[in-house]
């Protein structure tokens, strides 16, 4: 299983992409002009993947031949958003019906058991759409206004109801296979500390310096999960012997 995300970096005063991919025992990192597939395919990262790939919803991945399960703590606040704009009860009803299936998979993994039993998932299943369809009530389809250009504009709602739709199988994977999580924080993570960085020092100043710094960050990301200290990891390094990394996530 892979964790995905992406997120804008400043480098030479321009934006270019910070990419990241990864598991609870290994930590990459790259940096491309681009923020889609193209520069997915330039890593080479992510070639011939075939497990599970977790990550927002962004199209890109999609495009990736794979198994993919969606973050839910990003639908979670899209949910939260309509909750308290659209006056609907559905959104809210929504969140707990998830809350409540990620609560129901915590309890089995602490009891060792390896599988939700399949009946709880098909409550939770039907649950799920039956809301999308109170929700899809309330929100139909907004018809093109005849002499207009275009396809017509839909709501937050309409959209957030129809992803959850199109991709009920990746919203609820983590309710079918214990071993996928509930969200995405792992990537999160990830982006979080360059982007406190570049809050704090400012741009990189060229887009080699930007390639370092991702080599060296992973690296030492990489050595934290496997319990080494960054001095120790960095020592081996500079006497010419980096530290090479086995196992996966």
């Not at 005063?13 to 598991?23: D, G, M, R």
């Not at 319990?227 to 960095?234: F, H, K, T, V, Y």
């Amino acid at each position: 299983m892979v964790h995905v995300d992406e997120s804008g970096l400043r480098v030479q005063a321009k934006l270019q992409w910070l990419h990241t991919s990864v598991t609870p025992t290994h930590t990459w990192y790259g940096v491309h002009p681009k923020r889609g597939i193209e520069a997915v395919n330039a890593f080479g990262v992510l070639k011939d993947y075939v497990g599970v790939l977790v990550h927002d919803c962004w199209a890109p991945y999609w495009l990736i031949q794979c198994v993919h399960a969606l973050c839910n703590a990003h639908l979670l606040r899209e949910l939260t958003f309509l909750a308290q704009s659209s006056g609907q009860a559905w959104p809210q009803r929504m969140m707990d019906m998830l809350l409540a299936a990620h609560r129901g998979c915590e309890r089995a993994r602490t009891q060792g058991i390896t599988a939700v039993p399949s009946r709880q998932v098909l409550r939770w299943i039907r649950r799920y759409r039956a809301l999308l369809d109170e929700g899809q009530a309330l929100n139909p389809q907004r018809v093109k206004e005849q002499g207009k250009r275009g396809r017509a504009k839909q709501s937050d709602a309409f959209n957030l109801l129809r992803c959850l739709r199109d991709h009920e199988q990746e919203v609820l994977r983590f309710a079918r296979d214990l071993s996928v999580p509930f969200t995405n924080n792992l990537a999160e993570r990830a982006i979080r500390m360059p982007k406190v960085k570049q809050k704090i020092s400012g741009c990189l100043r060229t887009f080699a310096g930007a390639q370092s710094f991702c080599t060296i960050r992973s690296y030492l990301d990489t050595a934290r999960k496997h319990g080494i200290g960054m001095l120790e990891a960095l020592r081996a390094a500079f006497n010419g012997a980096p530290m090479e990394f086995v196992g996966s996530g």
